[in-house]
């Protein structure tokens, strides 16, 4: 499905971040594979992903990322209008709980508000997957405990990786059928 012009261009006043100010920051030793899901529904959607990904570029292990294609969604659970949803997968040494940290410092700068669940959003960065690990924090848990349910977590997932497995939960592919009443289609921009 084609996008109004307005959506096509990167935004060229996407935020900037400070980076310093986000320090200390957890890095470790070894990489981490970490999947991101990344989804607007209010103002520039793409745009707004786009820079969202530049953002994240300086904790990426150069040469690492990797972008699925751009996949509109209704918005479930919630009102308002289409998201625009993708996966990016990379490498990364910040520990899964500081990159969280990163994630929603870019949602902030760009005006994520939390007011309630599932309201509409000009950014939502979900981390997804971080290697095979599982995490049960209050801040975080790995894997997203709702992936394995959503059209628009699963296409783009699967896009850039067939054949994964999420650790808990078994293949991604066995739960794309589950949410075939979902809404998701992929853009070509």
Same mark, same amino acid.
Not at 54 to 69: A, C, D, H, N, T
Not at 121 to 150: G, N, Y
Not at 181 to 188: D, F, I, K, V
């Given at each position: ?5 307005? %959506?096509?261009?990167?935004? +060229? ?36 992903? !786009? +820079? /969202? ?11 690492? &990322? ?10 479930? #659970? ?14 990364? !040494?910040?520990?899964?709980? +500081?990159?969280?940290?990163? &994630? ?12 309630? !669940?599932? /309201? /509409? $959003?000009? *950014?939502? *960065?979900? &981390?997804?997957?971080? #290697?095979? @690990? $599982? ?5 975080? @848990? ?8 959503? +059209?628009?977590?699963? @296409? ?6 067939? %054949? ?20 998701? $289609?992929?853009?070509?921009?």
């Amino acid at each position: 499905m084609p996008l109004p012009e307005a %959506e096509r261009a990167t935004s +060229a006043h996407a935020p900037k971040l400070d980076f310093v100010s986000m320090m200390p920051m957890a890095v470790e030793p070894g990489a981490h594979r970490y999947f991101v899901g990344l989804g607007a529904n209010l103002g520039d959607r793409i745009g707004t992903l !786009r +820079a /969202a990904v530049q953002q994240l570029k300086p904790w990426m292990i150069e040469g690492s &990322l990797r972008e699925s294609s751009l996949w509109e969604s209704e918005a479930i #659970d919630g009102p308002g209008p289409a998201y625009i949803n993708a996966v990016i997968r990379f490498d990364c !040494r910040l520990a899964p709980l +500081a990159l969280l940290d990163v &994630l929603q410092g870019i949602e902030l700068a760009f005006g994520r508000q939390r007011s309630t !669940r599932n /309201a /509409a $959003r000009t *950014l939502d *960065l979900d &981390l997804l997957l971080a #290697d095979e @690990q $599982r995490i049960e924090q209050d801040r975080l @848990q790995v894997p997203h405990p709702r992936m394995h349910q959503r +059209a628009f977590v699963l @296409q783009p997932l699967l896009e850039l990786e067939p %054949e994964l497995s999420i650790p808990g939960i078994g293949p991604a592919s066995k739960w794309l059928s589950a949410s075939s009443g979902q809404t998701c $289609r992929r853009l070509t921009v």
